[in-house]
């Protein structure tokens, strides 16, 4: 089985770079979209009907902002729409369907931004989400979770640690977040495969940064512990250009 997860900053945007002729080459089962900044009424048919796939999608209330949408070849058992706490349901971050042995659940995590203007709200919301997975953990779920989570966790995890200690996405409280989450057992998988440097997901578009490789991997797939003899693969798609990030991949044993 083979899950791609992608934050496309601007789903029209990224049509016009090529989304729908990456999509098609890919023959995945399920592609997970994050940033695409847009409702589906606003969106022509071949976005929301591309060959093959069945779509859903979750948009905040302020339109060209934020949500999130998934394609999938397999109709799942239900669509869940955001997490039920309408702090975060207004910005259209979390999409998840449900199958019968597994949930494959969609983040766009909220960005901290300059500051610390929105940590709180940033904490909060990953406190939600860790409460969500372990909610359906509860109900005997296997748990996918992929998207932007908008932190990245180690040093190795960016390029110039030293320089954005004090930058969004590295902050002390997002770190330490991520690092309690994986302690519930929930593992990185990208770091199942990979435990080498220089691996990044997304590149400022200033000073020629992404030729550079001056990243961040900000990007995930995690799983709870009892998947772990399914994963098979987990790669980042960095030569796939469109956004500011690059498609992340993950391949399992269905």
């Not at 919301?125 to 359906?136: D, G, I, K, N, S």
Request: with cysteine; glycine share 6%.
């Amino acid at each position: 089985m083979k899950i791609l997860s992608w934050n496309v900053n601007g789903i029209r945007a990224a049509e016009k770079k090529g989304f729908l002729d990456w999509l098609t080459k890919q023959k995945a089962d399920f592609v997970c979209i994050q940033e695409t900044k847009a409702h589906k009424e606003q969106l022509e048919e071949k976005l929301i009907h591309p060959a093959s796939y069945e779509s859903y999608w979750f948009s905040a209330q302020k339109k060209g902002y934020s949500s999130v949408a998934c394609y999938t070849k397999s109709s799942p058992l239900e669509v869940h729409y955001g997490m039920g706490i309408e702090a975060f349901d207004i910005e259209g971050r979390v999409l998840s369907l449900e199958y019968s042995d597994f949930v494959l659940i969609n983040a766009y995590f909220p960005n901290s931004q300059d500051l610390g203007k929105r940590l709180d709200y940033k904490l909060d919301f990953c406190q939600a989400m860790l409460h969500y997975c372990q909610e359906w953990r509860q109900k005997g779920k296997h748990i996918i979770l992929c998207g932007d989570y908008n932190i990245a966790h180690k040093e190795i995890d960016l390029k110039r640690p030293q320089a954005n200690q004090q930058s969004a996405g590295f902050l002390p409280e997002e770190r330490e977040w991520m690092s309690q989450y994986l302690s519930h057992g929930y593992i990185d998988i990208f770091r199942e495969f990979e435990p080498g440097p220089d691996h990044y997901t997304w590149w400022s578009y200033r000073a020629g940064a992404r030729p550079r490789n001056v990243g961040w991997r900000i990007d995930y797939f995690t799983c709870n512990p009892e998947m772990k003899d399914k994963l098979l693969s987990c790669t980042h798609q960095t030569k796939v250009m469109g956004s500011d990030h690059c498609p992340i991949e993950l391949n399992i044993k269905s």
